[in-house]
């Protein structure tokens, strides 16, 4: 169906870890065309304090690829949300994607305005959406928000706020293993159990749908379950010491494998009832992170 859209059926998310390919093979940006097929896309730059180059470096990117128009959206504040001209860069586009930044700026710019009624429209008529780094980050439901990277975690040092909850009971951390994230990651998982974190590399996306993801691009997706944690120090324990946990399970995904969500288990992998034990008490150092992103 032209349009990349299809009836009573929600399009898909491509979910990326930033840094994609833009000038090489294009992986990630093929995916996105296939998916707008010959359509309109909106190249959301929401995220962005300065958004100056953000628009023209993915025209430049997505030229050859087949997308028939890029128009830019971008709101400095909530109230360019009710601009009629703002809400007519949806009309008869196929997918949006959101550029990074800082995905606070995204949520709280946005959320439940007239521009995410769009965005939640056409995805429901099946269009794409797709988001890079702070763009990936805001697709959760609980959206990690700032933490120290390349370090164990230390209690108390993370920020989470709700995201635009495009998809659920999965908290997602991009930049993943360049920028040392794990140690994050088990933090908000130990916070969020019911919640599976989903640590992506850059130049690495999954491609969602149906309660299912396939991870294309040339890095790995880290899925971390506490499902069957059986102990965690995080409620108990002071201010500033490292997390523990016990029973945790961590699922290392890279191009062409896929992953159930509602299974909480890899596609191709019949389900297992126990786990081996792995005990993740974090320790070390390491350089203190950017808020953003």
Do not use: W
């Amino acid at each position: 169906m032209r349009h990349g859209t299809r009836k009573n059926a929600k399009g898909p998310l491509i979910i990326i870890g930033g840094g994609e390919d833009k000038e090489g093979d294009r992986t990630i940006l093929r995916e996105v065309a296939k998916h707008v097929n010959g359509g309109k896309l909106v190249i959301a730059t929401v995220a962005s304090h300065e958004p100056e180059g953000y628009f023209d470096a993915y025209q430049r990117a997505f030229e050859g690829l087949g997308v028939s128009e890029l128009v830019e959206l971008y709101v400095k504040d909530r109230a360019e949300t009710l601009d009629p001209d703002k809400l007519h860069c949806f009309d008869g586009a196929a997918g949006v994607f959101f550029s990074g930044g800082d995905q606070l700026r995204i949520s709280s710019q946005i959320g439940d305005t007239p521009v995410e009624q769009r965005v939640r429209e056409l995805h429901e008529r099946g269009g794409l959406l797709a988001g890079t780094s702070a763009g990936a980050s805001v697709m959760s439901e609980t959206m990690l928000v700032k933490g120290k990277s390349g370090e164990s975690y230390k209690i108390g040092d993370l920020h989470m706020a709700p995201g635009l909850g495009l998809v659920r009971d999965m908290i997602i951390d991009q930049h993943f293993a360049e920028r040392g994230r794990f140690g994050r990651l088990f933090g908000a998982v130990a916070h969020n159990p019911r919640e599976l974190g989903i640590g992506i590399d850059e130049d690495t996306a999954l491609v969602f749908e149906n309660e299912r993801f396939e991870v294309i691009g040339t890095g790995c997706v880290y899925v971390v379950d506490g499902a069957g944690v059986t102990h965690s120090n995080i409620a108990e324990a002071e201010p500033e010491r490292s997390l523990s946990m016990y029973d945790i399970r961590l699922h290392v995904l890279s191009a062409g494998n896929a992953f159930n969500v509602a299974k909480r288990r890899p596609a191709e992998v019949p389900d297992v009832q126990k786990s081996h034990a792995i005990e993740v008490h974090v320790t070390g150092s390491g350089a203190e992170e950017d808020p953003a992103a």
